[in-house]
């Protein structure tokens, strides 16, 4: 009886009883016609935003997107602009030795992202790109053009310059065509005057504090690249192949307790037998203990550590009876006669680098070529004798049998022969391990001693460690890898044997070979480098270089007493100090100071005088970077200023092929990044366009490597591509819409548009974090989920009734008009550091702006907290609740073609269901429309007289309000019927009276009451 009631009440209150019923029933012509004649009645969706961009189209209008919306002159707009904050990315310098790559790809998009981003939100954005232009491969370049009588020094650098000039405009084109808003008409190279110019500023800062100075020692060495190099320019081979030795020592001054075992030999291993020659001491660990044994296959007697005997028997394959135990502590004094040079004997001496894990526990030292074995030099005051050249050749010092040979090929053949000839030669085995390889020539590195510049990195570390932990670092996992580096580093060799850098700014005696070098020398020639360029090292007179005034500050003699330096700054060293480059405090009131960084532009000079901190916000990038650029920077800087240069640090993983190899032209998986945007050049392939590939970076975990191909690619593509039709379909409908003038006010919207706006907020401020994060891979997930579940399952499919179907003006349908807009609103302006010609693209085609105006220009996603209504998300989220119930007992029905019925006993879930249909039944209620079907009846309980084919089904939803001050599991029932009502030939609901009658609502759209 309380349903029948409730639905009289309805009845009388329908827009179906009274004048506008007899209205529709005398009204016969309007609801006779045809189907098709309702069409131009419904208000489809009308856009001129093409629904696929494809080949050459595609790249057309990328191009003219990045002209009419004014990519090239973004960056100087921004910097121009007042802003509260500001935002330092200080770009680490690309090698300018050839053509841009995928990881260039990589690295420039993520920063862009961020600095997109930042813009967006209204921050100053600082971006200078740069280019490391000196070191080996591009003088090689430069060689590789000399004719038969080689080249000098300044054609060498001429030519270098040349090539690097060249190839950094050929990735600076690339980067512009990617997308990327930088500073492009202010970049820094590493060769120019005024950059060379702060680097020496810095070396000389470092020097005055003593931590660079010139010494004989061991180094890296390359005997392909014939220099010096520091460990960040080395790869480590890890299927490196050597002739691993074991040789024997004879004892020929025995400890006390072996002192009746005659005849015994000590045994070492060692896998590079060439450094025999050079040996001077062998290392015992004190703490661990030492057996004597006697081979049983040939009776002689050997030492080495207990704990390596046995695996020692199974490569010899004969037991070893032990003859007498001892402690490595009583190994002290011991003498051993060196086995190929007759005259040399050498001590055994405790080391606490000798380990366990491989060879026999007693290490052979050679002093020159390693550097534990240096260290042990040091300490013990042994010689340090070279006997390898620049070539990595022996020289005289090694002897006649051995001169001149290569120590990594024949030279070890003849020392491994000099041992079995004179019964030294235990045990010879193929070694395979990780090995140090020049990371230009590709050749193995070898260790010797070199007069070098170094930086005594031993006293920077804990400095450098204290300033680290307070830098962000993502991921976290990276600190530990970068400390590791840190510790490995006792010294840093930062002289080059080349003509292509920055000369060390050094003079030399002529007859003592005593190097001239103080801050009076070094300014004069930083100030000479700034006007004029580092050529004039080579160009200039010594009396130019080294003037009266500067001798006599010196207290040195005349210039002619001098010779200058011909030693090069290792590239670290020049790209590590990119800081006092580009990020360099300044005092606005210091002429020199400005002078420092003249060659940049004035509205980036003041900012960064304004900087206190003046360290960069982040610095991006790969990996390989935490022992290389990272690590000088952090080095140079603490050395100078006591603090990081970066605020937090980024590290990113490598472009791999989508096997997850490393790319190689000769396996053929290299993905050049010019063919991913504009096909290949006979017209084959895929033309992709830059938006395809910012795509593929944002979606990537860049934190790991980074898989790039044809899959990833087409993939980036239809996500792409969907997210376009998403974003077509918000412009259909918003067509004809004034945001300005027809936006329906928050509180005066139907529920469902409200809660829209609601999800929206949410969506904005977790993507704001998310790019805050640099993770632009949630980003994207976030987005996708948003417009699945949220839009495309959920909002999209509820209002295409009312946007189509009702009045133009209507409030439902300006209502949802205003959230569709603020919708496309926010997903433009969320994907748009990620998409910009995209989302450039979809700005031109919105509603409520100005013709000409660009979405960079107009700011961060809008979000409103009025958009947060308590009760509100309770509200719909039940209704949704209930619609699941509804849909589950219907699976793959039309919920259209069913009456639902809603019951649940007073309380909150029935007040606030109420709230979404004030009627007890309803065709076109709010709770209907969420539904999605013809009625829907909500009472306290369900009727007793339901049909017996009705579908029943129960359940309950949890309401929370206030933080949990108002909780409320409230239950309800559902009944589902078919609908006895026709199918409406206009709006396709059933909720007409017969099938060739429209429904009440259509009625008074199409023909509505004369008034």
Known sequence: MLLRRALSAWERRSPRAGGLLLRTVSCCSARCRPVASYRDTVLLPRTEFPMKLTGQKLLDRELQIQKDCGFAELYSWQQKRKAKKEFCLHDGPPYANGDPHVGH???????????????????????????????????????????????????????ARKFAEAAAARQKAAFQRWGVMADWDHCYYTYDGSYEAAQLKVFQEMHSKSLIYQDYKPVFWSPSSRTALAEAELEYNPEHVSRAVYAAFPLLRAPAPLSQAEGASVLVWTTQPWTIPANQALCYMPNAQYSLVRRKDSGRLLLLASERSASMAALLQTELELVHSLPGSQLEGAVCQHPTIADRQVPLLPANHVTMGKGTGLVHTAPAHGMEDYGVAAQFQLPLECVVDEEGKFTELAGEQLKSLPVMAEGTEKVISMLRECGALVEEERCVHSYPYDWRSKQPVIIRPSRQWFINTASLKDKAKEALQKVRVLPESARGSML????????????????????????????????????????????????????????????????????????????????????????????????????????????????????????????LAAEADSRADAYVEGKDQLGGWFQASLLTSVAVRNKAPYKSLVVHGFAVSEKGEKMSKSVGNVVDPDVVINGTKDGGGTAYGADVMRWWVAESNVFSEVQVGPAALNSA???????????????????????????????????????????????????????????????????????????????????????????????????CQTVLEEILDGLTRAVAPILPHLAEEVYAHAPGHQEGETLFRSGWIKSSSVWRRPGLEEAVEGACAIRDSFLSSIPGKNAAQYELTVAIEPGLLFELMESLQEAPSSTCSQLAELM????????????????????????SFLINLEGGVIREDSAYSIAVVPTAAERCARCRRYTAESADCLCPRCQSVVAPPLT
């Open 932 to 955: 999605m079907a013809a009625r829907v009846h909500l009472c306290s309980q369900l009727p007793r007289d339901l049909p017996a084919d009705a579908l029943l089904s129960h359940g």
């Open 484 to 607: 590791a580096h840190l510790d490995r580093r006792t010294y840093w060799c930062i002289s080059r044997q080349r003509s292509w850098g920055v000369p060390i700014p050094v003079f030399y005696h002529r007859e003592t070979g005593e190097a001239l070098i103080n801050k009076h020398t070094v300014s004069h020639v930083a100030q000479l480098f700034r006007e004029k360029g580092s050529d004039c090292w080579w160009e200039l007179p010594l009396e130019t270089l080294l003037p009266p005034d500067v001798l006599k500050k010196s207290k040195a003699g005349s210039a002619a007493d001098y010779v200058r330096g011909e030693d090069v700054l290792d590239i670290w060293f020049d790209s590590g100090s990119s800081w006092a480059a580009v990020l360099e405090e300044l005092d606005e009131d210091s002429e020199e100071a400005e002078s420092n960084l003249s060659w940049l532009p004035a509205s980036l000079r003041k900012p």
């Open 105 to 159: 790809a990589l690295n420039k998009i993520l920063k862009d992202i961020r600095n997109r981003f930042e813009m967006l939100r209204g921050r100053q954005v600082h971006y200078v790109p740069g280019w490391d232009c000196h070191g080996l491969p591009i003088e090689l370049k430069a060689l590789g053009q000399a004719g038969p009588g080689g080249l000098s020094p300044l054609q060498i650098r001429q030519k």
């Open 717 to 815: 593509r239809d996500n792409i591509s969907k997210l376009r039709n998403t974003l077509r379909f918000l412009l259909g409908n918003v067509s004809g819409f004034d945001p300005r003038t027809q936006a329906v006010e928050p509180k005066d919207m139907l529920y469902v548009d409200q809660y829209l706006l609601h999800l929206l907020r949410d969506f904005s401020m977790k993507v704001t974090d998310a790019y805050s994060e640099f993770d632009a891979g949630r980003v994207i997930r976030l987005l996708q989920a948003f417009v699945s579940r949220e839009l495309s399952s959920f909002y999209f499919s509820i209002i295409k009734d009312r946007l189509y179907c009702e009045p133009r003006d209507s409030l439902g349908r300006r209502s």
